[in-house]
């Protein structure tokens, strides 16, 4: 009987996925200690110095994965706004009606607003940014803004919300939205899941009584 050849042994060298993954996490670990501290301190009160000593590294070291703060800062507003557009796509993919499409999206648009990258969307101001970066910022936040005009459109035109004025009812929502931004914590009464739907449906609902 023919003996089975020895298994090689495992190559103490990473493979290059392997690296790119090590570098992909080393590159999100950066930005979660960064939008961290934009949100707690403000952008202009944190510096890579402080951020890469919060995570026990160099701030050269900082410099492998992002180019500048003003990068980071950049990159960290992307995701969250990244989050609020894929959070429309899920609602259209998955709600079969235009009612339920809108209230999954608000619901989503108002928690991820509650997480690091969702709050440092809302407290960043453009004139954080670069120059040059703002154009992505305001691109990125226009796309968001058409996604819930037109399902409010959308809602409209079959019945399933009031006529109302797309524009300003789009304003009013993601204003109302917004604000839990600068003001829920993680720790209080509510979670962020919870008071996202309380808001919603106050807000699709009114205030008045229906006679």
């Not at 050849?5 to 200690?33: G, H, I, M």
């Not at 009612?99 to 954080?128: H, P, Q």
């Not at 996604?147 to 109302?164: F, H, K, N, Q, T």
């Not at 304003?171 to 993680?186: E, I, K, Q, V, Y």
Request: with cysteine; charged share 30%; net charge neutral.
């Amino acid at each position: 009987m023919m003996e089975k050849p020895a298994a090689e042994p495992a190559s103490p060298f990473r493979t290059a996925r392997q690296r790119e993954e090590d570098r992909l996490a080393k590159r999100e670990a950066v930005l979660r200690a960064a939008v961290r501290m934009f949100n707690e301190r403000g952008v202009h009160a944190t510096s890579l110095d402080d951020v890469a000593a919060s995570l026990g590294i160099s701030k050269r070291t900082i410099y492998h994965y992002l180019a500048s703060k003003d990068q980071v800062l950049l990159e960290c507003v992307t995701i969250g706004l990244q989050q609020l557009l894929q959070a429309a796509e899920a609602a259209r993919e998955e709600e079969s009606t235009t009612k339920g499409r809108l209230v999954r999206f608000l619901r989503r648009y108002a928690e991820i607003n509650m997480d690091d990258f969702g709050r440092c969307v809302i407290r960043t101001g453009e004139e954080s940014l670069a120059p040059d970066s703002r154009p992505r910022f305001r691109a990125l936040k226009r796309e968001i803004d058409d996604a819930l005009r037109r399902m409010l459109s959308e809602a409209i035109a079959d019945g399933a919300i009031a006529p109302v004025d797309v524009k300003m009812a789009a304003f009013a929502l993601a204003g109302a939205l917004n604000w839990p931004a600068r003001w829920h914590s993680p720790d209080g009464g509510q979670s962020a899941e919870e008071l996202a739907a309380s808001l919603v449906d106050i807000l699709l609902g009114g205030l008045l009584p229906r006679a």
